[in-house]
């Protein structure tokens, strides 16, 4: 029986998340033929000038909820909005990535569907009928290999950001666009006014370079050559708890087991000591460079390339030298 994939896009700032285009990809490597594959935007009013851009990452068609009521994120208004659209499209499996949002909503739709829910898959295999789920454990120190134990179940599956690559967009594909009336549930809380803590216009979850300060920025003003650094390589910057506790920054900025999880292609340690708890959201990450004045401190077990030495002499050369290199 053909399966009907379900993606769950998500914008910010009137732009499409890299990771809705990742899910739409691991939604086609999950799919058999025959299988459709099929998207959903959710949002305020001008929402659905997004559409055209999931047909061109390959959704055969699009739902949209649009309304006023859904400008900022609300657990029971996507909710009901996104279960409106399951009752329309009837998917078998629903794909989202393993964002603050998708983290929330993917376990209330399955719980509502009845559904199995696969979390923070990083690759996925189709072999014959089967689909296998990969996903880490234990700080990337162990992997899982997961598989729904029926085909015909519905699945409810999310995607870390920056592990599945997109396709190459195609902006010669069509998909018919279908809007989905807004239910307007009365809710039990409303979304007042949202206030950006952080400053960055990168997506510290989505960055491909990400430059953090630990303890060792010793202030405020010490993540300023950390921010220099970033901007040069056009990364996001983040944080330790130990930075974040201390107060040098917002806690929107920690990585780690309580904070975000980030797998950049280059992942940038300063002054960090490399904490079991730190690494849980850092590991992952493609390339780890670690700059530390203390040579036996733990971030060097997992670093590709270490520096030992005052980050406050290493980071602006660094700077200097990818600004003359990247000129
Ligand atoms: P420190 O451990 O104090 O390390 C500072 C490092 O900076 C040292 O290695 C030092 O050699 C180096 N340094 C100092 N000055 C310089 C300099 N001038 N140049 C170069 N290097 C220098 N931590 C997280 O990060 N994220 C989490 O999500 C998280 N969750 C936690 C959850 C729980 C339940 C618990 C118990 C802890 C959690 N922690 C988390 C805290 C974690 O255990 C560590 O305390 C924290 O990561 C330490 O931060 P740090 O490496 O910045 O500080």
């Not at 691991?26 to 929402?47: C, F, M, T, Y």
């Not at 689909?131 to 899982?144: C, M, N």
């Not at 920056?162 to 009365?186: G, H, L, W």
Request: proline residues 4%; hydrophobic residues 45%.
């Amino acid at each position: 029986m053909a399966k009907t994939f379900l993606v769950v896009a998500e914008a910010r700032g009137g732009k499409l998340r890299q990771v809705s285009f990742e899910a739409l990809r691991a939604a086609q490597l999950s799919a058999a033929e025959g299988d459709h594959i099929n998207a959903v935007v959710i949002g305020g009013s001008g929402i659905k000038a997004l559409a055209a851009e999931l047909a061109a990452y390959g959704a055969d068609s699009i739902y949209v909820v649009e309304a006023s009521a859904l400008d900022s994120y609300s657990s029971e208004a996507y909710l009901s909005a996104l279960l409106a659209v399951t009752a329309v499209a009837q998917p078998g499996a629903i794909y989202f990535g393993h964002t603050a949002i998708g983290r929330d909503l993917a376990p209330l739709v399955a719980a509502k569907l009845a559904a199995g829910q696969i979390s923070d898959v990083t690759a996925i295999e189709r072999s014959g009928d089967a689909v296998q789920f990969t996903r880490p454990l234990y700080a990337g120190k162990a992997v899982e290999k997961k598989a729904f134990t029926n085909p015909n179940d519905t699945w409810v599956v999310t995607i870390r950001p920056n592990n599945i690559a997109a396709s190459e967009p195609d902006a010669s594909r069509q998909a018919a666009v279908a809007d989905v009336a807004y239910p307007a549930p009365s809710l039990r809380s409303i979304v007042r006014e949202v206030v950006k803590k952080t400053s960055g216009t990168i997506d510290l979850a989505e960055a491909k370079i990400v430059v953090s300060g630990g303890r060792g920025v010793r202030s405020a003003d010490g993540f300023q050559p950390l921010e220099e650094l970033a901007a040069v390589l056009g990364g996001a910057v983040g944080a330790s708890r130990g930075a974040c506790d201390a107060g040098y920054c917002e806690y929107a900025m920690q990585i780690g087991q309580t904070g975000k999880v980030v797998t950049p292609e280059i992942y940038i340690a300063c002054g960090i000591s490399g904490a079991i708890q730190h690494l849980a959201g850092m590991s992952s990450s493609r390339v780890i460079i670690a700059i530390n004045k203390d040579a036996e401190a733990p971030i060097f077990k997992v670093a590709d390339y270490g520096i030992v030495g005052d980050l406050f002499e290493v980071v602006p050369l660094l700077t200097e030298e990818f600004r003359q290199l990247l000129k």
